[in-house]
């Protein structure tokens, strides 16, 4: 390979790495700290949006209750942009994980529901995890 032929082949080379690197997207951030509130009786407005609320609904024929887990209280809803969101909530039945629903930025909201047998359950604990600012949790003493 002449002297010219090699610098073109360099140069084209170089060019098409820059391109590459251009049209990689950036990956998510994802804050994973355990979030405590200030003070756990007064919730400052960005604590009440992270925070997720337990709602316990109807209970089915087949003993399941219904658990609805909000992300945002006291009116405050959680964004979901495709640069801050909710990610995942997790539900726990004392110790124990019943589920985990893992959302997408922009197209989903902080929002889940499960069926759970609460028969022998003394707590449920929901864990909501926001991208830019960690994981926040609250508990429902049954």
């Not at 009440?48 to 006291?74: C, R």
């Not at 539900?91 to 909201?109: C, F, H, M, P, W």
């Not at 995890?129 to 508990?139: F, K, T, V």
Request: net charge neutral.
């Amino acid at each position: 390979m002449n002297r010219r032929d090699m610098i073109k082949a360099i140069g084209a080379t170089v060019v098409l790495g820059a391109v590459s690197v251009q049209a990689k997207e950036e990956e998510p951030y994802f804050n994973r700290y355990e979030m405590k509130p200030e003070n756990p009786n007064k919730l400052t407005k960005d604590e009440l949006k992270h925070t997720p609320l337990i709602t316990l609904k109807e209970k089915d024929e087949k003993g399941y209750t219904a658990v609805e887990i909000t992300v945002g209280q006291g009116g405050i809803i959680h964004p979901s942009t495709k640069d801050h969101w909710i990610d995942f909530i997790e539900l726990y039945a004392d110790s124990t994980l019943v589920g985990k629903n893992v959302l997408e930025g922009e197209i989903s909201r902080g929002l889940t529901l499960f069926g759970v047998k609460l028969e022998g359950v003394k707590k449920l604990t929901a864990k909501a995890g926001c991208n830019l600012h960690g994981i926040w949790s609250s508990e429902l003493t049954l």
